[in-house]
Every structure is written in C-alpha cells, then in structure tokens.
C-alpha cells in the first residue's frame, strides 16, 4: 500500500523561505511526484512536477521562485519555495503516480506578516 508523508509546512514571514518534504512508500519506484496546492474558496491547482527522469513542469505564478527535486534512493520529492507571498498561503498537497495517483494529507503553508 502507498503512503505519503509530508513535512516542512507552517508560518513564514513574506519574502521568506521553506523546503516541504514528501516520502512515499510501499512501492521501489514511482513515475511523476509532485506538488498541488488549494487555498481557501479555490480550485485544487498544479505547483509543480517532476517525472522519474527529471524532468519539470512548474505553474506559471511560482516559476522562478520555487524548486521541486526528488532522492529516488528515497522515494521523496522536494518543494523548495523561496520569495514567498502572501497568495503562496494553502493547503499543499504531495502527490505521487504509479501510475495510480496518491495523495499526501496535506500541509498548511501561511505566509503573512
């Protein structure tokens, strides 16, 4: 059985920093691995992705200050956010494919002042 396990949300000033964390387990490799968000009153929307060979996709709003990596030793993927603002502020969800897609639980990310 796959299971995910993030880490690294919480409460980060504007302009700051933070790196999320995702391992999956119950499978020796996985295919794409990723991130999604959704803030409050909107849709579930794409971050960013990264496929088994690496390559990356990202959102347009996030591009330039965020940057997603994967340990495939580890079976985790990273999400490094830097620049941080305000409408970063979400619920962000892991996700891995298999090519079944998985979800995290989800962590809360808060950029405010």
């Known amino acids: 059985q796959v299971q995910l396990v993030e880490s690294g949300g919480g409460l980060v000033q504007p302009g700051g920093s933070l790196r999320l964390s995702c391992a999956a387990s119950?499978?020796?490799?996985?295919?794409?691995m990723g991130w999604y968000r959704q803030a409050p009153g909107k849709q579930r929307e794409l971050v960013a992705a990264?496929?088994?060979?690496?390559?990356?996709n990202y959102a347009d709003s996030v591009k330039g200050r965020f940057a997603i990596s994967r340990d495939n030793a580890k079976n985790t993927v990273y999400l490094q956010m830097n620049s941080l603002k305000p409408e970063d502020t979400a619920v962000y969800y892991c996700?891995?494919?298999?090519?079944?897609?998985?979800w995290g639980q989800g962590t809360q990310v808060t950029v405010s002042s």
């Open positions: 996700f891995v494919t298999t090519p079944r897609t998985y």
């Open positions: 119950g499978r020796s490799s996985f295919n794409a």
């Open positions: 990264i496929s088994s060979t690496g390559n990356t």
